[in-house]
């Protein structure tokens, strides 16, 4: 059986990221977008951290990155899901083709 | 040295200890927003005094952290610009309920930006751009009960989230090709290879998110339109002048050895902001709209003295900056004094506003002079300084068009000066009663922009520092 490299791991990120940014630009439903912004953040964990195991893993800034990505992640979801709940209350939806005032 | 550690991050110390007094007097909540706001006044007011004291250039956190002369200035400038904030929109913060929590986020995001423009790593840099975005987001939903509002909010952090991923895949790809993350690394480590190009794209489409270069401009407008006019000042004036300095600062020093590849990238999104932004701002109706569209093709004129890669070019960008400040904070002013006392956002309201307003007609006027560069003001100098650095590298096709993109632009700033010095109007705005404070921060932009232009030791200043 073949051990996994770093250019199976730089493919699956890769494919995590162009996931991630194909459901940002086709999805319609705010929440679902936000997902999809977390697939494209966990993909460049998964660099980071093939990154710092395969070719540098005598410096650690790699792993250090992820750790601060993640916590940086969980604040940018707090304040997006509290700006789409505000959003639910004064448009009754989380479509954004609701949300279209603001237009050209 | 604990001494020294105290000097070089005063800026930020200082910060920390408003926004740290401001949460004190919410939970007490003894005071009156009109007392407060005068507190907050003096207070901001002191934090940009202070600036200009105990500069001392050095490096902290084993290069994470790093200030000079230079840096301190363009503080300064935020510093200033956070001030006149404070003063022109008084209006407006009177009236809010939750105003200590403003300036909390406000400030906040000024941190982020002080963290910014001093980053010497690309963690730092990270970690300090996303303090700087996140913040603003919540102050764009201030208006809680406005639809408008929440959907620039909403616009902004998902656009702002999806921008930080982009930049983040840039900045795994640097560490990837060089195994460094540090500003004062990574000059010797970059050689231009392919994977380190797709870097520099990856990085500079999040910039290009942050400064509404073109292709990446179409949340600019809906934000600035739908967040109250306070944030959309900050944005416009504080956010683009604190992302522009730092990308001078990364483009110079860490990608200095790929310069030949991201001057063409320069060139290219510059023409096309140029001629986007000033093509979408001349069908405009709403004044916040119009200065949004302003914006951006004012970026493009900043993009043009960037591309220069020498001293000119960040002795022209920073002296830009300085003027876009007091320019853009006088329309905004302007605009916010007759948005809070009639409601009219529309070009075609402010027709006649001479015969009822001749103060804020002048103050306009000279703005938006400045804004398309015409003589007397300092906004055609900042120009001229900007495309005489462009022109050192002798691509003279690009400064054509930038040239012929001020004419254009002339067009739309001059078209709101006709209504509001000729147009007839049978119902003009009537007389408008302006906040003291504001008019006292309407008369510093307004001398501004004259003084910046006419004293040339001001350039001559920064040029020394560079």
Known sequence: ?104 | MPNEFFILMKPELVLTGIIFLLLFIKLGKGLKNDTLLLLIQVLLLLNFIGGFFFNKEGVLFDGMYQTSALIALQKNILSLAVYLISLLFADWFKKQEHMPEFFVLMLSAMLGMFFLISSGNLLMFFLALELATIPVAAMANFDLDKKRSSEAAMKMILSSAFSSGILLFGISLVYGSTGSISFAELPGLLNGSPLQILALVFLFSAFAFKLSIVPFHLWTADVYEGSPMATTAFLSVISKGAVAFIFMATLYKVFQPMHEVWYNMVMILSIATMVIGNLFALRQQNIKRFLAFSSIAQVGFILVGLSSNSIEGTTSVVYFILIYVFSNLAAFGVAAAIASNTGKENIDDYKGLYRTNPFLSWVLALALFSLAGIPPTAGFFGKLFLLTAGASKGSFLFITIAALNMIISLYYYLRVIRAVFMDQNDEPIEKIRIEPSAKFALMICGAGIILVGLLSWIYDYIQNLV
Do not use: Q
């Open chain 1, 1 to 104: 059986m073949m051990e996994p490299g770093l250019y199976h791991m730089l493919f699956i990120s890769a494919t995590l990221f162009f996931i991630g940014v194909y459901g940002f630009f086709t999805r319609r439903n705010l929440v679902t977008m936000l997902m999809s912004v977390e697939l494209v953040l966990n993909s460049v964990n998964l660099n980071f951290i093939a990154f710092n195991k395969y070719l540098w893993y005598d410096k650690m800034d790699g792993l250090f990155f992820t750790i601060f990505v993640i916590a940086i992640a969980a604040a940018e979801a707090a304040v997006a899901i509290a700006i789409i709940i505000n959003l639910y209350r004064s448009h009754n939806s989380i479509d954004v083709e609701n949300a279209e005032e603001l237009k050209y």
